[in-house]
């Protein structure tokens, strides 16, 4: 857990410095949405478990087409086995944490692409591998998983976008055994899509 508070620090510490020292051009957001995902190596395919999500952003402009933008993202991520397939249903909960360079399409700064790297730090790891029951696996599983992010994102006004994103591990999420279950890599690959509200005002930066 002490892994996750210092990296919550640092990144409250960042926006709020961000906030004091990039004034013309802060924004911070409140974030809400789904991901629909699956983990690739488990024997199980297609993006079955849906979850909703919950976090917030906030970024600085570094010119007039660019920004870093910082979040902080509560996620259940895993997989659900569907019919004809290997019975392998897992619940794995993260708090995300995505650093993103944001390009901005058009001069209006409503067409937005994305692309960056996110380190996932996994709360808990519960799986069913029997249909019987879900059994805690987190000691199986790295607690930290790194993945490469990309996305767009559609901003209506200085207020309300919605944004869509593909994420995906670059790492193995847990420890390959053998003489275990966990016979294979495993790697999160997931889809998002979310609205975001921002409630420090850009407009009023610019």
Known sequence: MK????????????VIN??????????????????????DGDQTWGYNLVRPLAGLGGGFYLGKRTEIQLEIIY???GAGAARNQPYINSRLTYVDMPVLLNYFW??????????????????RARIDFTGWEYKDYTDKLSRLDYAFTAGAEYRFDDRWAINARYSYSFVPINFVDSNFLFTSAWF???????????FINPAKNK
């Open 3 to 14: 892994p996750l508070l210092v990296m919550c620090f640092i990144f409250f510490c960042a």
């Open 18 to 39: 961000t906030q004091h020292s990039q004034a013309q051009g802060f924004e911070g957001k409140a974030i809400a949405g789904f991901s629909a995902s699956q983990v």
């Open 75 to 77: 996620n259940i991520k």
């Open 106 to 123: 058009d001069k209006k700064r409503r067409i937005v692409m994305q692309v960056g790297i996110s380190v996932n730090y996994l709360l």
């Open 188 to 198: 999160n690959n997931y889809i998002s899509f979310s609205i975001r509200y921002n």
